[in-house]
């Protein structure tokens, strides 16, 4: 390379042939400013991007954290009322703070596995949990504001299921609970219903199919592969 001033240059030295013998030299000159331009401009602006990237994951992971203080003093506040409490509409209620507390809590995690997907650090945890009680979670959380709207929300199971199933708990319900949101959001009149499902696949292997339908306009055909 060859720089005069401002401008770049490739520089190449090549023969001069003739009769088959060497009679000297000629140099070729190709102007490489433009393209060094484009290159560094490219790069500058993806070194801003990679710095706006680390700034968003960082304030996601703080948010986070800082979200998580206030919602896990509700959840221990709502556990001694729990204790203490021996009516059961304040107990019902104690529970259904209890589930929102949860739900809330899986989604300020879920921001935060967002800062971890982009560094390739996503993980599922397993646990056992109760699919009726995960059913009836999912229900409680909505169905108020189904009828709300004057939806009627219809949920369905299948008995033969088993009771206890290992799994992450939290990304099941988070993908219901999403799906459900849509539904109701977009339905105006008629009915919304979630349905367990499935079938034994091996000796302890269960495929569960979890499915939300509804009376509305439905997913756009372009927003499909976005499920």
Same mark, same amino acid.
């Given at each position: @390379?060859?720089k005069?001033e401002?401008?770049? &240059?490739?520089v190449?030295? #090549?023969?001069?042939i003739e009769n088959?013998?060497?009679k000297?030299?000629?140099? +070729? &000159?190709?102007?490489?400013t433009? @393209?060094?331009?484009q290159?560094?401009?490219?790069?500058e602006?993806?070194?801003e991007?990679?710095k706006a !990237?680390q700034?968003?994951?960082? &304030?996601l992971?703080n948010?986070?954290?800082?979200?998580?203080t206030?919602? !896990?003093?509700?959840? *221990?506040? #709502?556990?001694m009322i729990?204790?203490?409490?021996e009516t059961k509409? $304040?107990?019902e209620y104690?529970q !259904? $703070?209890? &589930?929102a507390?949860r739900t809330?809590?899986s989604i300020? %995690?879920?921001?935060?596995?967002?800062s971890?997907? @982009?560094?390739? =650090?996503?993980?599922l945890? *397993?646990g056992e949990?109760?699919?009726?009680q995960?059913?009836?979670?999912?229900?409680?959380l909505?169905?108020?504001?189904a009828a709300d709207?004057?939806? /009627?929300? $219809?949920?369905k199971n %299948?008995?033969?299921l088993?009771?206890v199933?290992?799994?992450?708990?939290?990304?099941?319900r988070?993908?219901?609970?999403n799906l +459900?949101t %849509?539904a109701? =959001?977009y339905?105006?009149k008629?009915?919304?219903?979630?349905e367990f499902?499935g079938?034994?696949i /091996?000796?302890?292997?269960?495929?569960?199919?979890v499915s939300? =339908?509804d009376?509305?306009? *439905?997913v756009?055909e @372009? #927003?499909l592969d976005?499920?």
């Amino acid at each position: @390379e060859l720089k005069l001033e401002e401008r770049v &240059f490739d520089v190449s030295v #090549n023969d001069v042939i003739e009769n088959g013998k060497q009679k000297g030299y000629y140099l +070729l &000159f190709v102007d490489l400013t433009k @393209e060094r331009q484009q290159t560094l401009k490219m790069q500058e602006l993806k070194e801003e991007a990679d710095k706006a !990237n680390q700034a968003k994951s960082a &304030f996601l992971s703080n948010m986070s954290h800082e979200i998580r203080t206030p919602i !896990n003093a509700i959840m *221990g506040m #709502n556990e001694m009322i729990s204790r203490q409490s021996e009516t059961k509409e $304040i107990l019902e209620y104690s529970q !259904n $703070i209890q &589930f929102a507390s949860r739900t809330l809590l899986s989604i300020v %995690n879920a921001i935060l596995d967002l800062s971890k997907i @982009e560094v390739g =650090k996503m993980e599922l945890a *397993g646990g056992e949990y109760r699919l009726k009680q995960l059913l009836y979670d999912c229900y409680v959380l909505l169905s108020s504001r189904a009828a709300d709207k004057g939806l /009627e929300m $219809i949920v369905k199971n %299948n008995e033969m299921l088993p009771a206890v199933l290992y799994g992450d708990e939290l990304r099941i319900r988070q993908i219901i609970v999403n799906l +459900l949101t %849509n539904a109701i =959001k977009y339905t105006e009149k008629g009915t919304v219903m979630l349905e367990f499902d499935g079938r034994v696949i /091996e000796d302890e292997m269960v495929q569960l199919e979890v499915s939300v =339908k509804d009376t509305g306009i *439905g997913v756009k055909e @372009e #927003n499909l592969d976005k499920l």
